[in-house]
């Protein structure tokens, strides 16, 4: 999937980063290469006919057959004997031409089996080690500008880029997802058989990132029933498909058009404002929303005490404002979302108090 219109799809496949061409198109292209080499020493055999003799005819006529017979034997080195070159001119061609012309043309007989062989098994070593290692991974469905940010935000966040499955049917978001280190599935994600090629019964998390709200929502479904436990975040455009895609499976809905639309409006009212917002929303300067653990030092005071600005509390998989009657005092068990320098980690305690235990561990 992409959230690009107009991009075909293709069949279902794993290609991992730097991927070369496939084994069988080169391997034809290797044969079509020798092919010509055959024909062109034919040829060339064929019309300095006059230059050679045939110890097995008496009347020393080269004919078309005898030219590739000659060609054959000559670059496959066999060489019987039996039709020589006798004249100065054959000879020299023989020695300039058709010599260079043996020696590549077993380069790439040689040369193309053991590469296709080496190519093939190294491949298949490559997937099935990958399909091992696979598990409690990030699917992205959609490589396009929505998905590359997802992506590069879960990087940033020190999610290893060998936990990210890229589905999308597009040759081009292939290409970019691999030129950023990505394994990708070439596919539809509304299928079964792709996603469960991604493995996504296995995975921790999916993003969905499609242009299309009708899209994503069949894909949601579909990674529901495969995974009922894995954590989906879906991007729709419309506001009105946010309940559609809750009701489909997804955890977390984001409204791309209206939040762009928020941020356009409160930028025309609030210059000032609209900047702090973009700040917020641009990874790795400034402020940055961040999540993180309840330090012990922590419990049982107010969360605007905090040297973090906390903004919410998670408290028994609720989001509570920290105005909020219910986090009046922050308990065991509490995460805080809060805003910090983007230069801390997200899940770190603050600077000077990383050697603390959080509330969690002393549960």
Do not use: C
Not at 23 to 52: C, E, H, K, M
Not at 278 to 283: A, P, R, S, W
Not at 332 to 343: F, Q, S, T, Y
């Amino acid at each position: 999937m992409d959230d690009r219109p107009g991009v075909p799809s293709t069949s279902t496949r794993i290609a991992l980063p730097d991927v070369v061409r496939s084994p069988g198109r080169q391997l034809a292209r290797r044969l079509l290469a020798a092919l010509s080499i055959l024909v062109g020493t034919a040829l060339l055999v064929w019309f300095d006919r006059d230059g050679y003799v045939d110890g097995n005819d008496p009347t020393n006529t080269i004919s078309v057959i005898d030219s590739i017979y000659y060609t054959t034997v000559t670059l496959s080195t066999t060489g019987y004997g039996d039709i020589a070159p006798v004249s100065d001119q054959a000879r020299l061609i023989n020695a300039f031409v058709i010599t260079p012309a043996r020696i590549a043309f077993l380069v790439l007989l040689i040369g193309t089996t053991l590469e296709v062989l080496a190519s093939q098994g190294r491949e298949t070593f490559r997937v099935a080690r990958w399909r091992k290692k696979m598990g409690e991974h990030v699917v992205v469905v959609g490589y396009g500008t929505k998905g590359r940010s997802a992506v590069e935000t879960l990087v940033s966040n020190g999610h290893d880029r060998e936990s990210i499955i890229v589905v999308d049917p597009s040759a081009l978001a292939k290409e970019e997802a691999h030129r950023d280190g990505l394994a990708v599935i070439t596919g539809d994600a509304t299928r079964r058989e792709v996603l469960r090629s991604a493995r996504v019964q296995l995975a921790t998390h999916v993003i969905i990132t499609t242009d299309s709200d009708a899209s994503n929502v069949l894909s949601t479904l579909t990674v529901r029933q495969l995974n009922p436990d894995v954590w989906i975040v879906a991007a729709v455009r419309e506001q009105e498909n946010v309940p559609l895609m809750r009701q489909s499976g997804a955890n977390s809905v984001i409204t791309s058009s209206d939040a762009v639309g928020r941020l356009l409006g409160l930028s025309s009212m609030s210059p000032m404002l609209g900047s702090v917002m973009e700040d917020l929303l641009t990874y790795g300067e400034g402020l940055e929303v961040a999540e993180r653990d309840l330090l012990v030092s922590e419990v049982g005071k107010p969360p605007q005490s905090l040297p973090d600005q906390v903004i919410a509390v998670v408290r028994d998989e609720q989001v509570y404002r920290y105005f909020d009657p219910v986090v009046t005092l922050l308990a065991r068990g509490d995460r805080l979302i809060v805003v910090r320098p983007a230069k801390e980690l997200p899940w770190a305690p603050r600077p000077g108090t990383h050697g603390e235990d959080t509330a969690s561990d002393q549960d």
